[in-house]
């Protein structure tokens, strides 16, 4: 989102001048988000956090936000208004009527390996017709 992009470059900003030259170049704002913990993705700690809940603790979802919420210990509202967002514009979750579910792209990126898919209509009691 802007206001966490304005928020980052305002963090880049310092660690360069805090490092002399004050002028944003790559190799400054490549360390500074390492130091930040931003990840290629533009993931942060708690980004990759709720990923990794939703993808391990519960096997992809869905899942409830109030689940992951006392997961990560986190309040609803932050993440719904502050996580949820990114990663859904980046297709890294899905909203569904029965909960959050991670797409095979968040698996990929965490380096974790995506479930499979039960069988169309098979699922845990199979067919009824």
């Not at 360069?16 to 004050?22: D, I, N, Q, W």
């Not at 603790?57 to 609803?76: H, Q, Y």
Request: charged share 20%; proline share 5%; net charge neutral.
């Amino acid at each position: 989102t802007p206001r966490i992009a304005n928020r980052l470059l305002r963090r880049v900003r310092d660690f360069a001048t805090v490092e002399g030259t004050g002028t944003i170049a790559a190799r400054v704002a490549s360390g500074a988000l390492d130091r930040l913990a931003v990840d290629h993705a533009g993931l942060d700690t708690l980004d990759r956090g709720y990923l990794t809940v939703v993808c391990e603790r519960f096997d992809g979802g869905p899942v409830g936000v109030e689940a992951i919420a006392a997961s990560l210990s986190e309040e609803r509202g932050t993440l719904e208004e502050v996580v949820e967002p990114f990663l859904l514009q980046i297709g890294f979750i899905a909203r569904t009527p029965r909960g959050r579910v991670a797409t095979a792209s968040a698996y990929a990126h965490l380096g974790l390996t995506a479930p499979a898919k039960a069988p169309s209509g098979g699922g845990p009691q199979g067919r009824l017709f």
